[in-house]
């Protein structure tokens, strides 16, 4: 059975964020250790760009297999070198004549190949530095890799987004059903995380960045004022490292009619003004990963942590059954939610001239639509 793992709504929940650094390093904090957000956990130094130098070229060599470059080479491999400093030197008739080759960065020589004339430059190694995100306990450390950040909280994921990890207090700006205006952004708005049932205006993105909000949580956008907005057409395949000034994280989907549903809604308005780590990176085909937004409440009382699930934010979900509550995430009815009718067992064609195992849905509206089971996800309870 084909499906993908349903769009979490937890109003309490223990959270396990895992914090990894992309190669390997050294991990600054240890188990039981309390953090705050911009914790620094882990931290490296990735190696800088690889810049291929053609010496033999450059010094006008006709055939380095005989004539090598090594011999006219200022610094040997390993040696650090500066952006513009000469590293290899050809001098002829009686220094008449001289011709020479400089670093295009600065970094390293890592290699000097006297077959083809050609030196490699590193650039200079540069430092990643990984924060814990939300706020919480170290619950393990995985050496001279990372950490596994555990918080208790509301886990919200949404369908789509942009923009990376981000923190700041929630505040309510819009709950009607009219699209969030631009006049419904103040300068109160500076540093937050902004709430909006409907969909925002390009004028309203806009003046958001201009009060240095932090991130917008909205119910659905318009695809072609998205597009506008980012200033190309944005694919779905994988977002989460745009640089637009703010992260977007969107609930339902792509349209002007949606609206914010009122469970995912009335949730977000309970923590107007709680601190949130939101983060608007998007995977739809394999290894599927929501935008999300975290709602630490470290301040619950110990006793109901024994009543709490303990989970990571990335969970298989239940299976599907008459009943349970879906997201459609394929056109014709992208977004739309609906609850499960039936579960065909035979195969059925679809446009594509696929067969391919179907569900029968009945839409918010009442319309009964048959979906492939590819095509939708479970809203977790």
Do not use: W
Request: proline share 5%; aromatic share 4%.
């Amino acid at each position: 059975m084909a499906y993908t793992p349903g769009l979490k709504i937890k109003e309490l929940v223990i959270i396990r964020k895992t914090r990894r650094l992309p190669i390997k390093g050294e991990v600054l904090v240890n188990v039981e250790d309390r953090v705050t957000p911009n914790t620094i956990v882990a931290r490296t130094n990735l190696p800088g760009d690889a810049h291929i130098v053609s010496v033999a070229n450059e010094l006008g060599l006709d055939d380095p297999g005989l004539d090598p470059i090594e011999k006219y080479m200022l610094r040997k491999v390993g040696s650090r070198v500066e952006k513009g400093e000469v590293i290899a030197k050809l001098v002829m008739f009686f220094g008449l004549v001289k011709k020479v080759c400089t670093s295009p960065v600065k970094g390293s020589i890592e290699l000097i190949s006297n077959i083809s004339g050609q030196v490699v430059v590193r650039g200079s190694s540069f430092p990643v530095e990984v924060d814990a995100y939300v706020p919480g306990v170290i619950s393990e450390v995985m050496p001279s890799e990372g950490v596994v950040v555990e918080t208790l909280g509301a886990f919200i994921q949404g369908i789509f987004g942009i923009g990376g990890e981000t923190q700041g207090e929630l505040k309510v700006v819009s709950s009607g059903i009219k699209p969030l205006d631009e006049e419904a952004i103040g300068s109160d708005c500076s540093g937050k995380i902004l709430i909006a049932r409907t969909r925002p205006t390009l004028n309203a993105l806009k003046k958001a960045i201009q009060v240095g909000a932090k991130g917008l949580v909205s119910g659905c956008i318009d695809e072609k004022e998205l597009n506008t907005f980012m200033g190309y057409e944005l694919g779905v395949a994988i977002t989460g490292e745009e640089d637009c000034g703010i992260t977007l994280v969107i609930t339902e989907g792509f349209g002007d009619g949606m609206k914010m549903s009122d469970r995912t809604f009335n949730l977000l308005g309970r923590f107007d003004g709680k601190l949130a780590s939101i983060n608007g990176a998007t995977q739809i085909r394999a290894g599927v990963m929501r935008p999300e937004i975290i709602i630490p409440q470290l301040s619950v009382d110990p006793s109901v942590l024994k009543m709490v699930d303990r989970e990571d934010t990335e969970v298989s979900s239940e299976g599907l059954k008459p009943g349970v509550p879906i997201r459609i995430i394929r056109e014709p009815h992208f977004g739309a939610l609906a609850k499960v009718l039936s579960l065909p067992h035979e195969l059925k064609v679809v446009d594509t001239e696929s067969e391919v195992r179907v569900l029968e849905a009945e839409l918010e509206d009442g319309r009964r639509v048959m979906v492939p089971r590819a095509n939708v996800e479970i809203i977790s309870e």
